[in-house]
């Protein structure tokens, strides 16, 4: 060989090489990473290639599977008593469409607002009998239509109770445009919560999930444009929104 090796071999090679081989690299490359890693790195998609981060896609429907369901009630006082028990009724029959099973399939809560917003009961429950017991319990209080705070309760209590790595949905159930006085409408603070919740999702144990927001209309205010256009506005995907004219029909739709 050219020059003699750091180190004896331990056999004469049959011939020499006809030139010296390159030198070995300064450093050790660094160590492969584990594979697979059990979570992504970033809890959002990053920002690129897109120039902003995208909303999230939405999740399939899922009736069998594993859901954190909020329900966002409307009580307000154009309703009715008489309308709300239809309301209630509606609701039921929807959970009853969910398969419950402890932490392995569906879990449900509820808000119910009007002026202000209030818990129907205390987190999610994975118990069937309870959430429909709790729906067909609610009294009717009447008030103004503060779709706004509803939605923003509803989505807390998803952060404060929801499970992690578990899709996260919102039913808003409305009969009327978001209104906090006689002539005073919110329309646009119920689109900045909504459109805050659909970016961003909500944090459970560090990790951000996606939330996706179904809006109900019941009622002949349906036929309202600015109504609709709050539920069109309101909702994650236009499929997502629900209408029917009268309140005995909302168990067809739900």
Same mark, same amino acid.
């Given at each position: 060989t050219a020059f003699p090796t750091a180190y004896p071999?331990?056999?004469p090679t049959a011939f020499p090489t006809a030139t010296p081989t390159p030198q070995p690299t300064?450093?050790?490359t660094a160590r492969p990473t584990p594979f697979p890693t059990r979570f992504p790195s970033t809890a959002f998609p990053t920002a690129f290639p897109t120039n902003v981060p995208t909303t999230f896609p939405t999740p399939a429907p899922v009736c069998q599977g594993t859901l954190d369901l909020m329900l966002a009630i409307d009580q307000s006082g154009s309703i009715k008593a008489n309308n709300f028990d239809m309301m209630k009724k509606g609701l039921v029959e929807m959970v009853d469409a969910f398969t419950f099973? $402890?932490?392995s399939n569906a879990k449900v809560g509820g808000v119910k607002f009007s002026t202000g917003t209030v818990k129907v009961f205390e987190g999610l429950?994975?118990?069937k009998a309870e959430v429909r017991r709790k729906i067909d319990q609610m009294s009717y209080d009447g008030g103004w239509t503060y779709t706004h705070s509803g939605l923003s309760v509803a989505a807390q209590e998803l952060e404060d109770h929801g499970r992690e790595g578990v899709a996260?949905?919102?039913v808003v159930v409305t009969d009327g445009e978001c209104k906090t006085g006689k002539n005073d409408h919110c329309d646009a603070d119920v689109q900045k919560k909504a459109a805050e919740i659909k970016t961003s999702g909500?944090?459970?144990?560090g990790r951000?999930?996606?939330v996706t927001i179904i809006s109900v209309g019941? $009622?002949?205010?349906v036929n309202d444009a600015a109504l609709t256009r709050e539920l069109e506005e309101m909702a994650s995907d236009e499929r997502d929104v629900l209408i029917a004219e009268r309140f005995e029909d909302f168990n067809t739709i739900a």
């Open positions: 071999t331990g056999a300064s450093l050790p099973n $402890g932490e429950s994975s118990d996260k949905v919102i909500v944090v459970v144990n951000r999930h996606p019941l $009622g002949k205010a």
